[in-house]
């Protein structure tokens, strides 16, 4: 009898455990899961529009901080991305969203490659140790850029993006 009762709660968790799933998809606007489209546009190094469902998705690359307009070697990050993404169809693993309400994912290429962590072995952006601390692909990823000195490592001391936006705010009156 007892086998009987734990037999048929099993049932009854995994369908519970679906419904929670479920509701936090809906609640999160259906974001939770994998989703395919094309990449339409490139804002910059490290930002891009794919459309879903006829409508273009704002998406942050996860784990990447890549430099800034108008700072040194962001129209090259910017050009990468393109090479590596304009048309094409991607998949996003979705993270969640930022503070500007862009989605975090990492996008995957047709070819099966992470868009993030392409553009770090290239040397075009770092690793961001505050969104993506524990991802040590990422890190040695970056570490081979910088010792092959790919990219914006060929500068002798690139400055990421948050001290550049952290001097540009100091110098502004």
């Known amino acids: 009898m007892t086998q009987r009762t734990t037999l048929s709660t099993k ?17 999160s606007g259906g974001e939770a899961f994998p989703f395919g489209g094309q990449v ?6 490290g930002t891009i529009e794919v459309v879903r469902n006829g409508k273009a ?11 800034r307009s108008g700072q040194p070697y962001s129209e090259q990050a910017k050009q990468a991305t393109s090479d590596l ?13 930022d503070k500007q309400g862009r989605v975090v994912a990492d996008v995957l290429l047709p070819d099966d490659r992470n868009m993030s962590q392409t553009l770090v072995q290239q040397g075009w952006c ?8 524990q991802d040590t692909q990422l890190e ?3 570490k081979e850029a ?13 400055v990421p993006p948050w001290e ?3 001097n540009a705010r100091a110098t502004t009156p």
């Open 40 to 45: 339409v546009t490139i804002l910059d190094g």
């Open 140 to 142: 040695a990823l970056e």
């Open 164 to 166: 550049w936006r952290k």
């Open 85 to 97: 993404g304009f048309s094409m169809d991607v998949t996003l693993q979705i993270y969640g969203k």
């Open 11 to 27: 049932p009854f968790l995994s369908s519970l455990s679906v419904i929670v799933l479920l509701s936090g998809v809906l609640l």
């Open 126 to 133: 770092w690793w961001d140790r505050k969104q993506a601390p």
């Open 146 to 158: 910088r010792d092959s000195q790919k990219g914006l490592w060929a500068d002798p001391d690139p």
């Open 57 to 67: 998705q704002r998406v942050r690359l996860n784990g990447i901080a890549c430099p």
